[in-house]
């Protein structure tokens, strides 16, 4: 089983900054895509970022610009520096593959709450 941890959600003040961290039981990212996604209360789950195994980067226009996706494999982690946080940017955050791919998790992480708010 390969289990997926987030860490390093908080309370930010708008115009604030936070770095998410994915990490994995296993060595597993360097071949295998992944996505971060973001659930808001009373709102359906929302895929905001994915990086390739290859390195390659999408974004949803609503954070273009303010997050960057970016994965180390040797330490089996998948990062999401936000920065410019906005208070819509508040939801629990999730990291796991994205459409498309290849899935190799069994299930969701507990995800890391991140609220913007002053």
């Known amino acids: 089983q390969v289990q997926l941890v987030e860490s390093g959600g908080g309370l930010v003040q708008p115009g604030g900054s936070l770095r998410l961290s994915c990490a994995a039981s296993r060595t597993i990212f360097s071949i295998t895509a992944m996505g971060w996604y973001r659930q808001a209360p009373d709102k359906q789950r929302e895929l905001v970022a994915t990086?390739?195994?290859?390195?390659?980067?999408n974004y949803a226009d609503s954070v273009k610009g303010r997050f960057t996706i970016s994965r180390d494999g040797a330490k089996n982690t998948v990062y999401l520096q936000m920065n410019s946080l906005k208070p819509e940017d508040t939801a629990v955050y999730y990291c796991n593959a994205p459409p498309g791919f290849r899935n190799p998790f069994t299930s969701w992480g507990q995800g890391t709450q991140v609220t913007v708010s002053s």
């Open positions: 990086i390739t195994s290859g390195g390659s980067t």
